[in-house]
């Protein structure tokens, strides 16, 4: 029989069923090879003076100490055969808990861009279908006062202190279950009612904006004792449908559309600093909950007048 000894150390790669094809032959053939060798020389070489008595019958000593040499040989490349298969399979084991890894932050990165069901329909379709929401509360923000103070920091300064702010606004905006849409420059753009419908997501979205004013007037009084100047926020809210959908193939981004999102930003640049303006639409939802003050109507460019509310605070339930 001819013994060809296969290399099945391969380096670099992980076991295949090619590889796994590998052994098992290379295993049989060994075996074959083994069983053959042990019976030509069973009763001989277990008992004292086996060797002579195998001598006498005719086999030279050179060939019976060969194979005495060869067998314990054979049980050795069947230990390095499973010594390979187990390193192979530690490999394997390694690679995967990498891959895994690598794909757990993958799907961290594209919830921090899309909201957990849009994500979750990208990588299983790998496309997204645009979606009608009929209840939605947009929030916007902006900051009085960023442009001067840009002038007078650094830009690395000055991204320093935005984050700051944003870092909070997320972790508000978490809290009550909104989803973060995105900043542009010095505003902010969250939004309740995306992944489920309700009144709840509607009053959210209001506490959400009261305590992102109260963290603005805790930040500027901390600066302020510092001798150094803060932004204050203009807070707008409003409630209707919108349409909300990823756009971009390469570079994702969420994004949502509708005159509801035009009322809300028209709310921020028409409110206070300071104060969470709110609309009529909105405020009928949440005033059995919420303590506002009238603004009565207030002209909107471009569009017909809108009925305002300044929130003022939370009722004390009874």
């Known amino acids: 029989m001819e013994l060809k000894i296969l290399n099945t150390a391969i380096p670099g ?7 796994k094809e590998i052994d098992k032959k290379l295993r049989s053939d060994l075996n074959t090879i083994l069983l053959t060798l042990e019976q030509m020389t069973e009763g001989y070489f277990g008992e004292s003076g086996a060797l002579d008595e195998f001598i006498r019958r005719g086999y030279t000593e050179e060939i019976g100490t060969s194979l005495q040499t060869v067998i314990p040989m054979i049980h050795k490349m069947f230990d390095l055969i499973e010594e390979g298969a187990v390193k192979r399979n530690l490999a394997l ?8 890894e690598e794909r757990r932050k993958s799907d961290r990165l594209l919830l921090n861009i899309l909201p957990e069901y849009v994500a979750e329909e990208l990588k299983a379709t790998n496309t997204t279908i645009p979606r009608y929401h009929d209840l939605v509360t947009v929030l916007f923000t902006d900051m009085k006062g960023f442009t001067k ?60 904006g009261l305590e992102f004013q109260q963290f603005m007037k805790l930040a500027k009084e901390e600066k302020t004792r510092a001798g150094r100047d803060y932004w204050e926020a203009r807070i707008g809210i409003h409630t209707g449908p919108v349409v909300a959908g990823v756009i971009g193939k390469t570079k994702f981004a969420y994004d949502i559309w509708g005159d509801t999102v035009n009322i809300a930003s028209r709310c921020e640049s028409n409110g206070s600093p300071g104060r969470v303006n709110i609309s009529r639409a909105t405020h009928d939802l949440v005033k059995n909950t919420f303590n506002c003050e009238s603004r009565g109507i207030v002209e909107i460019k471009n569009r017909s007048p809108i009925e305002m509310w300044f929130v003022l605070n939370e009722k004390k339930k009874i």
């Open 13 to 19: 790669e992980i076991e295949t069923s090619s590889m």
């Open 93 to 100: 084991e390694l690679l995967l808990r990498q891959v895994d």
């Open 149 to 208: 103070m840009a002038e007078r920091m650094s830009p690395e300064e000055l991204v320093r202190e935005l984050e700051s702010c944003f870092e909070e606004f997320d972790n508000i905006s978490a809290r009550y279950g909104l989803e973060r849409i995105k900043t542009i420059g010095d505003s902010y753009m969250c939004a309740g009612g995306l992944q489920s419908d309700g009144l709840e997501k509607v009053k959210n979205c209001v506490r959400a």
